[in-house]
C-alpha cells in the first residue's frame, strides 16, 4: 500500500497527429496531363503531399489549358482543391506580356481567375497599373480593382 501512496503511476500523455505529410520531396515537379498535351506544370524546391492537398516552398505553377499559358512564381504555395494559393513575392505572367505582382494571390484553374486582396501592381509593354484588391478573369480578359491608378501610353495615329 505504501508503494502506492509514495510512487503514483506515470501519466503519458498521447500524442496525436492528425494531419502528417504523406510524402516529402525536394526539387519536387509534377505534370498533368491529358490527351491534348501538358495541362499544368508545378515545381518547388520542397514540397509536403498531403492527402487533400500539396505545400510547395518556392512553387513555380504553370497553366497551359487555356488561351494563353500562365505562369505564376511566389515563396511559397498550396495546391488544394484546383486551387493554387501562393504568398510571399508572387510574380503572374501570361504569354501575352501581362504581369502582375504582389504578395498574394488565388488562382482557381478552373475559371483561370486570380485574385489578391493585397496592393498590386500589373503592367503589359508601357503601361501600367496600381491599386488594391485585384481580380483578373484570364477567359474574358476582364480586370476589377479597386483605389486605380493607371499608367497608360497612348500610341500616335498617322494622319
Keep these: 500500500m505504501l508503494i502506492y501512496i ?3 503511476p506515470l501519466k503519458i ?15 519536387f515537379t509534377m505534370y498533368e496531363l491529358q490527351s491534348s498535351g501538358l495541362q499544368t506544370n508545378m515545381s518547388g524546391s520542397n514540397a509536403l503531399r498531403y492527402s487533400d492537398r500539396y505545400i510547395i516552398k518556392n512553387i513555380n505553377f504553370t497553366d497551359n489549358s487555356k488561351e494563353f499559358i500562365s505562369n505564376m512564381q511566389a515563396n511559397s504555395g498550396v495546391y488544394k482543391d484546383e486551387i493554387v494559393d501562393l504568398r510571399g513575392e508572387v510574380m503572374y505572367t ?3 506580356g501581362l504581369t502582375f505582382e504582389s504578395d498574394t494571390l488565388e ?4 475559371s ?28 474574358n480578359n476582364t480586370m ?14 498617322k494622319i
Design 6 to 8: 509514495f510512487f503514483q
Design 13 to 27: 500523455k498521447e500524442q496525436e497527429f492528425k494531419d502528417v505529410p504523406l510524402l516529402v520531396m525536394d526539387n
Design 94 to 96: 501570361r504569354e501575352d
Design 107 to 110: 488562382y482557381n484553374t478552373k
Design 112 to 139: 483561370a481567375i486570380a485574385q489578391t486582396n493585397d496592393d498590386y501592381i500589373a503592367y503589359k509593354g508601357n503601361n501600367s497599373m496600381r491599386g488594391v484588391s485585384f481580380i483578373y478573369d484570364s477567359l
Design 144 to 157: 476589377k480593382s479597386k483605389k486605380v491608378v493607371v499608367k497608360y501610353q497612348l500610341k500616335e495615329s
